[in-house]
């Protein structure tokens, strides 16, 4: 794998943004053949009112937005959906699915757009064509053989709210709850600990908050590559003078300076913006223990403010009046020693209690954090202990303060917030059952792991994919792909060819649809869509370019015709008035939320959207106690498996040259890893420990002890500031590694930032 170039590995010298982003997306507009004028039509209507929500990330549009409110991820999204290369009945009368395994993610996806509807032929192990029709009616059959509890619905999460909705409601009104989504996979450990520690699933900021912050704390989250349109918010917070202080295990470029590439100024002067005002290498998995010392000092330097007469640190009337647990947590703060919070973060005492004086001088913080706290064993953990944080000195529900999860695809928050939930306590089913006169499955459904484990002993049947790479994002590849090929059922929902679409039960589909930035016409009407962003903004979104092909339906009429043809018919449920104008599914979901949705149609309009309200914002605690808690971690380090000699910790990340599993190339810029991502990053010292070299090749193997032998060969040992004990490696190429039971203890969001490895020649 890797492109045809030499790997070239060296320090990249250059700030986030720059010149670097303007030429790497005119590399990508050029290899994907769009016109330039093309691109730049569309990438003017991104994230603006009347125009299209981007399809990259899930950070918030402006009320007044840039003149070009799109970043460089951004740009290399849309020009990957607007792209001229097409994947055609006649690629793939050429190539079988076993020929095409071999294929790389990246190659897979750089076909281009598919098409055409596509049967899989077992005989012949390639996909021909098949009509619309003829595809619907031959699912639509399967379903009404299979038993409903053995199907999964899945959804990756850009469809829009009006496809997620009508979504969900298929899947309770064929039988079940199993709609497992890749939040499952990401942001899940979130949603139940923010419900335990403040008693809302979701982040309690908006963007606003940002402007009227004095610091910002980061944990985990990697603003310069997945959410880089917040680099403009980090950028005017830091020339305001307010402090940014990050822990991450690796030294992130897009959180260390900044040069803005849509100012022409800061672009000919070479002028940067530092961002990082401090940054702790915390081992990973060492984040519980880094905000343990953070605390500590909150709490020694406010006795030393109560002995002094002087202002307290801590702040007394909110905790007295707002939190539950402070006596206990302050217990347990104090049982633990320097010595092993030290030792379980890898940092230095010295610089956590500068961090901690930092955070007592402001008056209004920001905690920011993403996959390096919620992919852990303890992932709810590092949440708790976040929330705790922030919860010392009243930093959640004021101006400029509360918590930031940010989130992955651009509506997962909003598949949410519409139904996809596997867990039935989240979704209003009396509402749902007197809207639409149905008895909902009330037993819970699966979640991500739990298909897979389903897949696994053989009690799934069936598996319907509306988007996303499921095969390629899951851990524990090698079974579950074997144990796939026994599915009597798979259909996938897509925009391009990728691995999943290639490992397929005994009858399956591939079905093209289009994507956010193409027309979506019903009837000869245009139609609007909508999303929820990271801060629970929701707004309109409408696609004006050609689609791909004339072929191509839209997401909502696929799911429509596959549940009309599946459903006996029900005079409540408006299938084709539905997908006959949208409009009409926004008053539906109004009916069903009426308090997330008041006058949907009319206020999704907004410059900027609409707020969902957010009770934790409100300092109204929906939690068991009423009140916000201080939740005690049951350990300190959030790996859930013992240090061993020779055991490291592998770190799964994300290149600046992907999406998810959508690789759109082999530079991984601010890293300075070019023309590979078969590599493993290690400290000199343990190089040097186990007698390898630099640029050595060599294997990661399993540690898990569970006796399930998983390896990953080929690998390029690269030397790197990481911190000793820890390795990092691409994902999704390392997910091979991880074992399906090695997630976070209560959501089962797949442990990803630590996965026990050993290096191996
Ligand atoms: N361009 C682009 N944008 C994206 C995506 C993409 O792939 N490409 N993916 C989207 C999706 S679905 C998601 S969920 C988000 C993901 O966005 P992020 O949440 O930023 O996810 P990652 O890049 O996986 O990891 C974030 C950071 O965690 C650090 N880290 C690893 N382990 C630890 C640890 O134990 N402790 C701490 N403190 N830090 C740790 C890593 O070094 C990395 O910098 O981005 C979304 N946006
Ligand atoms: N080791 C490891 N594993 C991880 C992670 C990690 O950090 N480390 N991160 C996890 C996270 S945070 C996530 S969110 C998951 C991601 O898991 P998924 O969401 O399942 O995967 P994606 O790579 O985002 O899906 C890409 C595919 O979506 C399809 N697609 C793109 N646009 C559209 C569209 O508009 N409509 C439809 N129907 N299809 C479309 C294309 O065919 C494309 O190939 O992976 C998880 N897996
Ligand atoms: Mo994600």
Redesign the pocket.
């Known amino acids: 794998m890797g492109d045809e170039r030499k790997p070239k590995i060296e320090p990249y010298e250059g700030p986030a943004g720059g010149w670097g982003s303007v030429k790497s997306v005119a590399k990508i507009l050029k290899r994907e053949q769009v016109p330039i004028s093309a691109t730049v039509k569309q990438l003017w209507r991104q994230n603006k009112p009347r125009g299209f929500t981007c ?1 990259s990330c899930a950070w918030p549009q402006p009320e007044k937005p840039l003149k070009f409110e799109f970043c460089e991820n951004g740009a290399k999204a849309s020009a990957w ?1 607007l792209t001229s290369l097409r994947t055609t009945p006649e690629f793939f009368a050429q190539h079988t699915c076993t020929e095409l395994l071999e294929w790389s993610d990246h190659d ?2 750089q076909q281009g757009r ?1 098409t055409h509807p596509l049967r899989y032929d077992r005989t012949t192990d390639k996909y021909v064509p098949v009509s619309w029709d003829e595809a619907f009616d031959a699912i639509a059959a399967e379903l009404k053989q299979l038993d409903p509890k053995s199907v999964v619905f ?1 959804a ?4 829009s709210l009006e496809t997620s909705y009508l979504y969900a409601l298929f899947a309770r009104m064929y039988g079940n709850n199993n709609l497992p ?3 499952n ?3 899940e450990a979130t949603g139940i600990a923010l419900r335990r520690s403040v008693g809302a699933a979701v982040g309690t900021v908006v963007l606003d908050d940002f402007a009227k912050t004095d610091c910002i704390f980061f944990f985990g989250q990697n603003a310069g590559v997945n959410s880089p349109r917040m680099l403009h918010d980090l950028q005017n917070a830091a020339r305001r003078g307010a402090a940014i202080v990050v822990f991450n295990p690796l030294r992130e470029r897009g959180l260390e300076r900044f040069t803005n590439p849509q100012s022409p100024l800061e672009m000919i002067a070479g002028r940067e913006t530092p961002l990082a005002t401090q940054y702790l290498q915390v081992k990973a998995g060492g984040d519980i223990a880094a905000i343990a010392g953070l605390c500590k000092t909150l709490l020694a330097l406010d006795e030393a403010a109560r002995e002094a007469g002087s202002e307290r640190v801590l702040d007394q009337p909110f905790i007295a009046e707002h939190c539950h647990g402070f006596d206990d947590y302050a217990a347990w703060l104090r049982t633990q020693t320097w010595d092993d919070i030290e030792a379980a973060s890898g940092l230095q005492r010295t610089e956590l209690e500068r961090a901690a004086q930092t955070y007592a001088k402001a008056s209004a913080v920001i905690g920011v954090y993403g ?1 390096g706290l ?2 852990h064993v303890l992932g709810e953990s590092n949440i708790h202990m976040f929330a705790n944080f922030m919860l010392l000195r009243g930093n959640v529900g004021k101006p400029g303060a509360g918590l930031c999860p940010v989130r ?2 651009s509506n ?1 928050q909003g598949q949410r917030t519409v139904g996809i939930a596997d867990d039935p306590a989240l979704v209003p089913l009396d509402r749902l059952a007197a809207q639409y006169d149905f008895e909902p499955p009330r037993e819970k459904g699966l979640n991500t792991v739990e298909a897979c484990e389903g897949v696994l002993d053989a009690s799934v049947h069936g598996f319907i ?6 095969l ?4 524990e590849q090698e079974r579950v792909h074997a144990a796939w090929r026994k599915l009597r059922l798979t259909v ?7 691995r ?2 290639l490992i397929n039960g005994e009858v399956a589909y591939l079905l093209p ?4 930035i193409e027309r979506v016409l019903e009837q000869g009407n245009l139609q609007v869509l909508s999303t929820e962003d990271s801060t629970s903004c929701i707004h309109a979104s409408v696609g004006n370019a050609e689609p791909a092909s004339p072929e191509l339906l839209s ?1 909502t009429r696929i799911v429509v015709e596959l549940a009309k043809r599946t459903l006996a018919p029900n005079p409540k449920v408006p299938w084709d008035g539905w997908v006959a104008d949208y409009a009409m599914i926004r008053d539906s979901i109004e009916q069903t939320y009426p308090e997330s949705f008041r006058d949907f149609n009319k206020r999704m309009w907004q410059p900027g959207g609409f707020h969902r309200p957010n009770s934790a914002r409100e300092r109204v605690w929906k939690t068991a106690t009423g009140k916000a808690n201080f939740i005690v971690p049951p350990a300190l380090t959030a790996t859930g498996f013992d240090d061993a000699p020779d055991r490291f910790r592998l770190m ?3 290149s600046n040259d992907q ?4 690789v759109y190339g082999y530079d991984d810029r601010f890293r300075g890893i070019d023309g590979t991502r078969d590599v493993v990053l290690m400290h000199n010292d343990d190089i040097a420990r186990l007698g390898l070299h630099d640029g050595q090749t060599v294997k990661l193997v399993s540690d898990a002890g569970d006796g399930i032998a998983r390896e990953i060969a080929g690998l390029r040992v690269v030397a790197f500031d990481i911190p000793r004990g820890c390795v990092g490696g691409y ?2 190429e ?2 091979p590694l ?1 074992p399906l039971s090695h997630h976070a203890v209560l959501s089962k969001t ?1 442990a ?2 630590s ?1 026990p490895v050993r290096v191996v020649v």
């Open positions: 399809v959906e897979l996806e598919l899945y990756s999460g850009r469809a989504d890749s939040s996979m990401c942001h996959m919620t992919q992955g695809h997962v994919g509306l988007g996303g790479n499921f390629r994002a899951i851990p996938q929902i897509a925009t391009k060819l990728n999943s679409h649809c289009l994507g956010r997401e799964t990340m994300r999406f998810n599993t959508t994902y999704p390392c997910n991880i797949p990803a930032k996965v």
